[in-house]
């Protein structure tokens, strides 16, 4: 298969178009999609300074993902399995959403191992982690279970399932001593023992994703100098304990993108390309 994921290997939107299209390389005049979880904010935040004519849109993923197929859209931090299934798409490179072993919160919960699960209810804000469930079970649990997508699996618990994947705040702050809580991103690196990108600025062929660089790394930058000051206010928005929220942004998500990072992504798109038509 193609070496999706290595920068070297794809145009990321740099250079002449193929079809003949015209390059938007005017930062401020994009439309952005941004999803609002607490893990974007230190990728996010900041845009509206940095880029003061730029339009953001707030929405949920799979709508942002329809956007930004439809040209509603520039650019969106959209799972990264969008990569896989839309190949002409590029990112902007050096930033993501990661983690390098526990992410705090992409987390399956069990009453039972998860080698004997049948159900599993898959939480429909993530098409990524989802997807990475569906290869760890296959390939590292060696099992296969059914799934069903639900917005907010841990509504219903375990009803008519025996595991509950779960994406972000829900999970965070379950604390039930009779449910087995698996972190799905140390799951994967005992799996692969490589990093795992959750989600990228994610741009449509005619954008120079270049442009956008240096831009979009100030707001990084910024964001991560405030990520005290944003767990504090997740903190009190969410009614949860700040140390909950410190732990998730200093800890266990990661928003660099380097070589293993990319290593990690190439390893997903060719481990998920034969479970992709399952999705």
């Not at 100098?225 to 200093?250: L, Q």
Request: with cysteine.
């Amino acid at each position: 298969m193609p070496d999706r994921g290595l920068p070297e290997k794809r145009n990321h939107g740099v250079g002449p178009l193929k079809n003949g299209g015209v390059l938007l390389t005017n930062p401020d005049a994009l439309r952005i999609g941004v999803v609002e979880f607490p893990n974007t904010r230190p990728l996010a935040d900041f845009l509206p300074e940095i880029l003061p004519n730029a339009r953001i849109i707030l929405d949920i993923p799979s709508r942002l993902a329809k956007k930004l197929d439809a040209g509603e859209l520039d650019v969106a931090l959209l799972s990264s399995i969008e990569l896989l299934r839309r190949p002409e798409y590029g990112f902007v490179p050096g930033m993501g959403i990661c983690s390098d072993g526990p992410a705090g919160s992409a987390l399956l919960f069990t009453r039972i191992d998860p080698r004997e699960v049948k159900q599993v209810a898959l939480d429909g804000a993530s098409l990524s982690t989802a997807m990475m469930t569906r290869i760890v079970f296959a390939e590292y649990w060696r099992t296969t279970p059914h799934y069903t997508t639900r917005l907010s699996p841990l509504r219903d618990r375990f009803q008519s399932v025996d595991a509950v994947l779960t994406i972000g705040y829900p999970g965070l702050v379950v604390n039930d001593p009779t449910v087995r809580k698996i972190d799905m991103g140390e799951t994967w690196k005992a799996y692969c023992n490589l990093p795992f990108i959750y989600a990228l600025w994610i741009v449509r062929p005619e954008i120079d994703a270049a442009a956008l660089e240096e831009p979009f790394a100030e707001a990084k930058r910024r964001g991560l100098e405030e990520r005290e000051r944003i767990a504090r206010d997740c903190a009190e928005k969410n009614g949860s304990p700040y140390a909950v929220y410190h732990t998730h942004f200093f800890q266990n998500i990661r928003y660099d993108v380097g070589e293993r990072e990319l290593a990690g992504m190439k390893f997903f798109f060719e481990k998920g390309e034969k479970y992709l038509s399952e999705q």
